[in-house]
């Protein structure tokens, strides 16, 4: 199998962790791909456009990074991704992680495909805000930590690592409770420091 991704993508981070977590490495080559050339030529397997996007033996595509985890754990017979007795619970967070880091990305794009003078200061400001309450909503949500990760956790870590990324870890300061819990996931999940979003040159 092939993973398209690239290194500072949140996404593909999430999904890179979860076949750590899964123990997949050796199956599953990361391949480092352009979005926007990748988009320009129109040769995408996924016809959004976007990455993660996995590429199965037989050429048939799973996307979005949700379906992915889900397609290798099946493959895996993991059934801690999503674990039955707390379901929706997971669910739930890894909704919250997803959308937190959607909001980071939207003002990662906002700044990249829009001119200076045209960024929209209220969409920025919207966008921090549901980040910042986001954080402050994990507080009290913590994803479990456990060797058998479950989806919210690889979600909530890739989603902070991708605030460190762009934001300049901002969230440090103001919600050191969430340091704390990313520190306990890298010592459970060490493969973090390696797939955890990161400019690569
Ligand atoms: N819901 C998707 C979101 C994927 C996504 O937004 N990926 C970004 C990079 S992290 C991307 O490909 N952006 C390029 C684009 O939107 O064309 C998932 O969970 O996989």
Redesign the pocket.
């Known amino acids: 199998m092939k993973l398209l991704s690239?290194p500072?993508?949140?996404?593909?981070s999430?999904?890179k962790l979860a076949i750590a977590a899964m123990d997949l490495g050796h199956q599953v080559q990361v391949l480092m791909i352009d979005?926007?050339g990748l988009?320009a030529e129109g040769s995408h397997p996924?016809p959004?456009?976007?990455?993660?996007?996995l590429v199965r033996g037989d050429g048939s595509a799973v996307?979005?990074?949700?379906?992915?985890c889900d397609a290798l754990a099946r493959h895996a017979g993991v059934d801690w991704l999503v674990p039955e007795h707390c379901r929706e619970q997971v669910l739930v967070q890894h909704a919250a992680a997803?959308g937190m880091?959607?909001a980071a990305?939207l003002v990662v794009?906002e700044d990249r495909m829009r001119a200076p003078g045209a960024h929209s200061e209220t969409w920025l400001a919207m966008q921090h805000q549901k980040i910042q309450q986001t954080l402050d909503w994990f507080v009290d949500n913590q994803p479990q930590i456990s060797t058998q990760m479950n989806l919210a956790a690889l979600g909530l870590a890739a989603g902070l690592g991708?605030l460190d990324l762009r934001l300049a870890g901002a969230w440090r300061q103001s919600h050191p409770a969430l340091e704390q819990w990313l520190s306990t996931f890298i010592q459970v999940l060490p493969a973090y420091e390696a797939t955890k979003?990161q400019v690569v040159h």
Not at 8 to 12: D, E, L, Q, V
Not at 63 to 68: H, N, R, T
């Open positions: 690239s500072a993508s949140p996404f593909g999430k999904v979005t926007l988009n996924n959004l456009g976007k990455i993660p996007c996307f979005d990074s949700f379906v992915i997803t880091t959607e990305l794009y991708y979003p």
